[in-house]
């Protein structure tokens, strides 16, 4: 069966720290990978989506990037936080070329910046 | 940018009772779906109806689609205390059909 990890759980960052979050996905190959955040009360963004290794889409111009070295490793980074970066992220992913199946999520990572 | 708007917000009923949630958004679609998160947890899918579609059922769920209105609809029949989460919409389509576009969900309170 398909599992997806996302880890740290949590993570108390500085401004200006850099970031790296990982997400995996085990029993599939060549997933659709994304990343969303989420604010507090508020519903999901997508920032990346990634249709294969090394293709990345961005959606919303920020300071994080996203990564596929392999078929199914997802990382999140950033440089330098702001304290506007905190927030839950999600890392997710669905079947290539399947449009009619959902989405499975990670358990997210709790992002506070201070 | 949001696609779909859940509405209401917040939801309170007690144990027993059915809980509607409805959900309109803006373009076109390839197909709808609802999501559920408990607190602080990932998003666990629910059910998936598509653009042809105009009504689907899994258990205690059914979900009803209008695309003339663009609108949906999610009802939790019989709710219990564990039915409690946010429950959100996501589309497909407009062009891509992989990506999805969620709303800002509603939260749902199930008293016992």
């Known amino acids: 069966s398909q599992t997806i990890h996302q880890w740290p759980a949590t993570l108390v960052q500085p401004v200006g720290s850099p970031l790296s979050l990982e997400c995996t996905v085990e029993?599939?190959?060549?997933?659709?990978l994304y990343w969303y955040r989420q604010a507090a009360g508020r519903g999901l963004q997508l920032l990346f989506y990634?249709?294969?290794?090394?293709?990345i889409s961005s959606e919303v111009p920020q300071n994080l990037s996203a990564s596929r070295p392999q078929d199914r490793q997802f990382i999140l980074s950033s440089k330098k936080l702001l304290l506007s970066d905190s927030g839950f992220y999600l890392c997710?992913?669905?079947?290539?070329?399947?449009?009619?199946?959902?989405?499975?999520f990670g358990s997210g990572t709790r992002l506070t910046v201070v | 940018s949001q696609q779909g708007e859940e509405d209401p917000q917040a939801l309170s009923i007690q144990e027993g009772e059915n809980a509607t949630m409805n959900c309109s958004y803006k373009?076109?679609?390839?197909?709808l779906q609802w999501y559920r998160q408990n607190s602080g947890r990932g998003l666990v899918h629910l059910i998936l109806?598509?653009?042809?579609?105009r009504e689907k059922h899994s258990g205690r769920l059914r979900v009803t689609l209008d695309t003339s209105k663009k609108s949906s609809s999610l009802l939790i029949t019989a709710s219990r205390a564990a039915d409690t989460a946010s429950y959100f919409c996501?589309?497909?389509?407009?062009?891509?059909?992989?990506?999805?576009?969620f709303g800002k969900g509603t939260l749902l309170t199930v008293n016992p």
């Open positions: 997710a992913w669905s079947v290539t070329g399947r449009t009619n199946y959902g989405y499975t």
């Open positions: 029993g599939t190959s060549n997933p659709n």
């Open positions: 990634s249709v294969g290794i090394g293709q």
């Open positions: 373009t076109s679609i390839n197909n």
């Open positions: 109806i598509r653009s042809n579609e």
């Open positions: 996501a589309t497909t389509g407009g062009g891509s059909n992989y990506k999805l576009t």
